[in-house]
């Protein structure tokens, strides 16, 4: 159980750190530059668009996510968990309102187990979070390198054609927005086909 505890925090101190690191232009720029030298030469060749090429690495990351995901996370424990905890609040709920003291008091002996589970499950979902992180920020650290040159339109339902670096919903550019509905939608499949339950 404490190895569990102290895997979940080390997890979430990694993608925290990946986070950060977002932040510190050298490092961001020395990771997309390090990227670009070996795959640029092959996206210029090829002359993918850039949309194209962002629902590539959307796939991919929907892909090797939902993978890690699959072998990292119990997901019949934590359906069996998530059905406990809501019978427990439903028969606390009724204890309550029928004011049934001897039954709350009951209840509430049970509440702590029925909690540190749901907690044990909860840090489980951070562990996949580390390696997804690892993969995918080197990713968007090259994507945003490659912004720098990228004058791809691209045609999104609800907002139409622009530039993929112009801002559409709020500060959002278009690439990011992009990305995101394309793994969502990628990840959706692939979830489906690996028998992988929602978080």
Known sequence: MAERQYGGILALVVAMVMVMLYG????????GSTIEAGMGPIVDILGIPFFIFILVLSTMTGLYSSIIQKYTIDYERMQDVQARMKE???EYREAQLSQDEKRVKKL???KDK???EQLEMSQQ???PMAYIMIITVPIFFWLLFRLGTATSPITMPFFGTH????SIL???PAWILWYMICSLMVSQVIRKALNI???
């Open 24 to 31: 510190i232009e050298p490092v961001r720029v020395g990771v």
């Open 163 to 166: 530039n993929i670096a112009d």
């Open 170 to 172: 709020g500060p959002v």
């Open 108 to 110: 509430e002996s049970k």
């Open 114 to 116: 029925v909690m540190k």
């Open 197 to 199: 339950g929602g978080i």
């Open 88 to 90: 427990f609040q439903r």
């Open 125 to 127: 979902q951070f562990k």
